[in-house]
C-alpha cells in the first residue's frame, strides 16, 4: 500500500523525496481548499435545514454525506482523461473532486433544497444533471449539481466546484446496492436478468416515494 507521501509525489509527478514535502504542498493546499469547500456547503445546508423545520415543522433532508476524492482516483481519472497531472489541470478538469449528497425523505423537497440553496448570491451553478425526471436507462435516479463556491482564505477569495447529489432514502438505497451488485455482475450466467430486476425495484422504489408524499401532502 502506498503512504501519503508516496501517493501526493505521484500526484505531482515527483521521483526525488527529498524534495517531496516542499513540492507536494501545491496539491496538499488543493486539498484544503476541497476540504474547505465542503464546509461552506454543509453550513448553508444546515442553516436551511434549521430554518425549514422552525417554519415548517419539518426538515426536508435527513442526513448529509461529504467525501473528498482520493488522491489516487484523482490519478486514475486524470490519467484516463490523458491529462498531464498538475494541480491546475484538477481544478479545471475535474468538478467531483468535493462531493456531497443530501439525503431527502420525498422528492418534492430535493427541488426546494436545491433551489433554495442555488438562488444564494454566492452560489453559482456550474452543471445540472436532473436523474430523477430523467432516470437512466438502469434506473438510476438522483438529481447532480456541480456549483462553485467562494472559500475565504488569508490572503484572498478562491471559488471552488463541489458536487451535490439529491436523492431519497430510497433513491440512495438502491444506488447503493447497485453499487455493490455491479462488480459482480461479470461472474453471473445471466447478467441481464439481475439488470431487469434492479430496474423493476427501481420503478417501485419511485412509486413508493411518491406515494409516501401524496400521504405526507394530505396529511398537511
Known sequence: MNTSAEVGMEVMGLNDPETAIKDMQPFMELMMYYECALMEIETKLKVLNSE????????????IKSRVKKPMSIIEKMRKKGLEITTDNIMDNLTDIAGVRVICSFPEDIYTVSELLTKQDDITVVNVKDYIRNPKPNGYRSLHL????????????????????????AMDFWASLDHKLKYKKDNLKHPEIIAQELKKCADMSVA?????????????
Open 146 to 169: 456541480i456549483v462553485e463556491i467562494p472559500i475565504f482564505l488569508s490572503n484572498g477569495k478562491k471559488y471552488m466546484k463541489v458536487e451535490v447529489q439529491f436523492r431519497t432514502i
Open 208 to 220: 413508493m416515494d411518491y406515494k409516501m408524499q401524496e400521504i405526507r401532502n394530505m396529511l398537511e
Open 52 to 63: 425549514f423545520n422552525i417554519q415548517h415543522n419539518r426538515n426536508p433532508f435527513e442526513s
